[in-house]
T-cell receptor, first 116, second 112 residues
Framework: NAGVTQTPKFQVLKTGQSMTLQCAQD?????MYWYRQDPGMGLRLIYY???????DKGEVPNGYNVSRLNKREFSLRLESAAPSQTSVYFC???????????????FGPGTRLLVL | GESVGLHLPTLSVQEGDNSIINCAYS??????FIWYKQESGKGPQFIID?????DKRQGQRVTVLLNKTVKHLSLQIAATQPGDSAVYFC???????????FGPGTRLSVLP
């Protein structure tokens, strides 16, 4: 199993450009999450999806949109990038592991985004 | 709102010594806690978790202690190795994992 994968690994955007960050998990988890990580701060939740077909705002949703495409995939879109969105973005998933329900979140490797 | 913080932003220990990383949390309703390890350029990696109905849980070379009275969480690493050098995060949840609050992290440096 690959776990949680994210693409791209790195991206540079100009202010106002748009892009979509992709995330996929192969653990059959129900829940998926998008976080941003900034220097000196903990991970902050942008959006999450408790199950396929549902999405909810987290702590810092402004400037972002998400799509839970199917059970495996959860994408994050920046419609008009701003320098304040320069960050490292992590996707995570959680859910059942076999017959056992677990709340533990498993993270992808991250996408490093620079907005000029 | 809820917050999770760390007493020490950096910790340096000698190889072979035991490490203790501390975390304070503010939400007395939190019922699930996780410690993550994050190496440079990588995503957080699960280390160990503990539920609020427990005081202590042990893994391989790691122990998590939970003191609900003072809302304190600690991670103990036995016989610290160079590969343990990383940033360690604690996280708390009060809704079965749907809402985690993460601390800013403590950087652990293992000295030869």
């Amino acid at each position: 199993n690959a776990g949680v994968t994210q693409t791209p690994k790195f991206q540079v955007l100009k202010t106002g450009q748009s892009m979509t960050l992709q995330c996929a998990q192969d653990m059959n988890h129900n829940s998926m999450y998008w976080y941003r990580q900034d220097p000196g701060m903990g991970l902050r939740l942008i959006y999450y999806s408790a199950s396929e077909g549902t999405t909810d705002k987290g702590e810092v949703p402004n400037g972002y949109n998400v799509s839970r495409l199917n059970k495996r995939e959860f994408s994050l879109r920046l419609e008009s990038a701003a320098p304040s969105q320069t960050s490292v973005y992590f996707c995570a998933s959680s859910g059942n592991q076999g017959a056992k329900k677990t709340e533990t979140q498993y993270f992808g490797p991250g996408t490093r985004l620079l907005v000029l | 709102g809820e917050s999770v913080g760390l007493h020490l932003p950096t910790l340096s220990v000698q190889e072979g010594d035991n490490s203790i990383i501390n975390c304070a949390y503010s939400n007395s309703a939190s019922d699930y806690f996780i410690w993550y390890k994050q190496e440079s350029g990588k995503g957080p990696q699960f280390i160990i978790d503990i539920r609020s109905n427990m005081d202590k849980r042990q893994g391989q070379r790691v122990t998590v202690l939970l003191n609900k009275t003072v809302k304190h969480l600690s991670l103990q690493i036995a016989a610290t190795q160079p590969g343990d050098s990383a940033v360690y995060f604690c996280a708390e949840s009060y809704n079965y994992g749907q809402n985690f609050v993460f601390g800013p992290g403590t950087r652990l440096s293992v000295l030869p």
